[in-house]
């Protein structure tokens, strides 16, 4: 059933709202999946916090345009999807990548981070950076840690005090024992 011109419009608009809300684009090649692993990826790049659609490549090609963003045709060959990154982009692509780990049909083409080209490449390497909350606990154990070691350091000198008047009131109440 073709598509009506006003229906074009309304998906191309969906689309650059998407782009214009997202911190990255991942472009997929779905080709063969069934409907149930493209529920399953659907519903792990949900978790991480982004969205997966399939798009219209030439519908998609003139959102990408509308918003600013020079795509190569060669995202756009095949069946294409897009993840789309709201908030933990290394999330989306690694949610995506470890669903084409397990299942041979999905294939990373490239994407966008912040507007800037990347090759698949670039993507499986976004990949494999941890994900949002992992970099936030390092982040806070960094700061942490001098603080942490100051509160030491500052400790110490009154330990030693005490042992030592500790030890000196153990050696009298020996004497006085004897």
């Known amino acids: 059933m073709a ?4 229906r074009k419009e309304k998906m191309i608009a969906q689309y650059a709202q998407w782009l214009e809300r ?4 991942v472009f997929t090649e779905y080709t063969g999946l069934s409907m149930p692993a493209l529920d399953k990826l659907r519903d792990a790049v949900r978790t991480a916090g982004g969205e997966f659609h399939i ?14 963003m020079d795509t190569p045709d060669s995202l756009f060959n095949g069946s294409s999807a897009i993840g789309i990154a709201f ?6 692509a690694k949610a995506i990548l470890d669903a084409g780990k397990d299942n041979e049909l999905i294939k990373i083409k ?7 080209l990347l090759t698949a490449a670039d993507m499986k390497a976004l990949a494999e950076l941890p994900p949002l909350p992992v970099v936030r606990s390092q ?5 942490n840690t001098p603080a942490t070691q100051l509160a030491r350091l500052l400790k110490e000198p ?6 030592v008047l500790k030890a000196y009131a153990d050696k009298g109440g020996a004497a006085a024992a004897a």
């Open 110 to 116: 490239g994407g966008f981070l912040n507007g800037q």
């Open 22 to 25: 997202s911190e990255a684009v």
């Open 55 to 68: 798009i219209k490549n030439t519908l998609a090609k003139h959102a990408f345009a509308k918003a600013g």
């Open 3 to 6: 598509l009506t011109k006003e």
């Open 87 to 92: 908030s933990d982009p290394p999330g989306v």
């Open 158 to 163: 009154g330990r030693q005090v005490a042992q």
């Open 139 to 143: 982040l806070l154990a960094v700061i």
